[in-house]
DNA sequence: CTTTATTTCGAGAACGTTACCGGTAACGTT
DNA sequence: AACGTTACCGGTAACGTTCTCGAAATAAAG
């Protein structure tokens, strides 16, 4: 912040009339006569006369800003969804203010803290894989500050909320399956804790359950850490007898390293192995197959939160939604 | 903003102290007696007290947010460099506020304007596509407002610029082709008038001179859209006689196309023509065969220069310095 | 017991703006 | 001539802090 800012009391000198009614003249008020406006308007021109953002915070109790949390920003998912954010913000003139979480919840909390004493005046929130305490949430909405929830929400906490039908993108890609032909389809989940691993779960379970086909629990491998894991679980998985002839991955990444270690064993895909991922990931149209993906709507789910955020902060009503957006099936080379 | 917030006059009220007793017993002063600071403390912690930022900022003239333009938030290297930024910002106590430039510069403008109208203590940014022009970054200057650019930087303009050293990346990626016994390489650049492409070529040249040998016009191709015009610019190297033993490419995407068109052909990589990159994305990783690629630190690149932005800030001077930092080859089996 | 130093505190201005309340012309109406 | 409208404008209090200055209370020194 400046100190040789131009103020209303410099143009009010100036113009030796008083700072009322150079404010009115700015906000173009209706009590003003039209030749000291524009007379106002023409030396804050020429003065290149800035209005103190800070100070009409201050009075008018309002920021314009908006606190992001984001587990991790590298990560094409999230870093579509901010797009997304920034985007609508900027065309309802708020700013973002962005805190990475970095997956823990000590720097989520203390982000939210920050953000939350930097005046913001709404929150947009995606928890970090170790949160599922509701209260420190409920003291924020004590205070008035509306907050909506995207991507990673926890459902105990009741409040507007973004996320992708991950249960009918998993139930596609396995009908998807099914219906190549597929019988024995595993599945590399993550942590049964978290809300990803539960639906993309879930949907897996309900496409075998409508399709008739018998649920086996040696098809079903957690990969604790993800794609870090991935390579334990698919050698599991292809030591069940009888063979598996299609596996359904938990994310892209994951699937990858199955494809890698399914060439590196000669076995073909999608001949012998059928792979699908999860993410839509940038990697997956490069791979040797290409993979066949669940694209998730990143940058529509940041559009979407941010409007809803916006929308309860100017009418301050919070009705406690749940939209749910539509993954797309994207067909590639490994299920062919 | 809350309208029922505690402030420093609820404390003094209750206590029966001066609001000026309170703000020094908050903000540990010299003095003041123990007894009565204590008692402030305790009874801010009860009543949950947190005072306002805004209106500290008012006073203070410092707003603690810095500004961030990044051109394009999705893009691998981007995001690493605002997860560097955050870090060091968060660590200093500073909040950084974040816009896209969309790779446009009326959006790259406004941007700026809207950051600065925030009363941000400094500005962090890579220009977009488009800029080549100075004056609106002379203006924020001459409001005292410190500018640090990172990656995409103006040259014309003064002031403290982060880069990697591309010269020496792009020279060390075409040296390491040399030694494998490369004698005709290839180099798909960009746009002539973006300085990734002048540096990089430069280093492909500067590697080529310094290892005797010459320089062929014809292996030299503009992708003008980068990755979205490679396979074009692939194929006009592989019809040039006589034939290429290596392609250095501007990015890793486009490597990425050049890969799958030498496969499609029948060409192997990295016997008949070795390939190299430049960027180390996550796909290079995990296309086939992997490629060789030239690792810029993004991450160093978003901590350093937002710890110069700081520096600036808090010691109010303006070294005007250039950092460079240097790139990491990453040999993979594309040119092994 | 006065004088001086030290500690501790309060009053009030300031930061730049908005918003409320009232005042003064000028004009028209009765 | 007295009154009511209207249009325009100024004074001033807020918003929640920090900061300077001086005053009171206490302690130390003579």
Chains 1, 2 share one sequence.
Do not use: W
């Amino acid at each position: 912040m400046r100190s040789d800012q131009v103020t209303i009391k410099d143009l009010a000198r100036l113009l030796n009339i008083s700072i009322s009614t150079v404010s009115r003249a700015l906000r173009n008020a209706s009590d003003i006569n039209r030749e000291t406006k524009e007379a106002v308007l023409k030396l804050a021109e020429e003065l290149n006369y800035e209005p103190n953002f800070i100070a009409q915070s201050l009075v008018k109790k309002q920021t314009k800003m908006i606190g992001v949390i984001v587990p991790a920003i590298h990560s094409n998912y999230f870093s579509q969804a901010l797009a997304g954010m920034t985007d609508v913000a900027s065309e309802f003139n708020y700013h973002v203010m962005f805190c990475q979480s970095n997956e823990t919840l000590a720097q989520e909390i203390s982000s939210i803290k920050k953000l939350v004493a930097s005046n913001v005046e709404g929150l947009l929130v995606s928890v970090s894989k170790e949160s599922s305490d509701i209260c420190e949430f409920e003291k924020i909405r004590q205070k008035g500050i509306p907050i909506v929830m995207y991507d990673r929400i926890l459902n105990g906490f009741s409040c507007s909320k973004v996320i992708v039908d991950e249960y009918e993108g998993a139930y596609n890609a396995v009908k998807h399956l099914i219906r190549k032909g597929c019988k024995r389809i595993a599945h590399i989940t993550g942590p049964t804790d978290l809300s990803v691993s539960v639906n993309r779960m879930n949907g897996y379970l309900g496409a075998l359950k409508d399709h008739n086909l018998p649920i086996d629990p040696d098809l079903i491998v957690i990969a604790k850490a993800f794609e870090e894991n991935a390579l334990m679980a698919v050698k599991k998985i292809m030591s069940v007898k009888p063979a598996v002839d299609a596996i359904f991955c938990i994310n892209d990444l994951s699937a990858v390293i199955v494809l890698k270690y399914l060439k590196s064993k000669g076995i073909k895909v999608p001949e012998d192995v059928r792979v699908v991922g999860f993410n839509d990931d940038p990697v997956s149209g490069y791979v040797e197959p290409s993979l066949t993906t669940v694209m998730q709507p990143g940058y529509e789910v940041g559009k979407l939160a941010m409007g809803i955020l916006i929308d309860e902060i100017q009418n301050k009503n919070f009705p406690c939604q749940t939209f749910r957006l539509r993954t797309k099936l994207v067909i590639r080379n490994s299920s062919k």
